[in-house]
């Protein structure tokens, strides 16, 4: 069976059952980004989730992947303004552009455990 197969079985399958919650390990700069972020969105970001009819703990793992690639994205951004940097070593680009890597890295991490 395919993991998108898999996936939806077991959300038809928990369609009828009570809500159970759901436990999700995130990384502790994932949790602080996620605090630090937490409204970014807004409920407006997340209507298409909230009206599509899938269960809570689906549309809860859909809210929290699009958090992440909204994360991902300003880490992106944040590169490649230090990328064009002028007023930076080449030392002190590197270090920076590392410790991006680092938490672009964690991301992906977190977005693959909640695939």
Excluded: F, N, T, W
């Excluded at 991902?72 to 230090?82: C, E, N, T, V």
């Excluded at 007023?87 to 964690?106: F, K, Y």
């Amino acid at each position: 069976m395919r993991p998108e197969s898999e996936a939806s079985a077991r959300a038809d399958a928990d369609a009828g059952a009570p809500d159970q919650g759901v436990y999700v390990d995130l990384s502790p700069l994932a949790r602080r980004m996620s605090a630090q972020d937490s409204g970014k969105l807004g409920a407006a970001g997340h209507a298409d989730i909230d009206e599509s009819g899938l269960p809570s703990v689906v549309k809860d793992l859909l809210k929290r992947i699009r958090e992440l690639k909204e994360q991902l994205r300003d880490l992106q951004q944040q590169m490649r303004q230090i990328q064009s940097d002028a007023s930076l070593s080449p030392e002190q680009r590197q270090a920076q552009l590392q410790q991006l890597m680092g938490q672009i890295q964690e991301h992906r991490d977190d977005q693959s455990r909640l695939a």
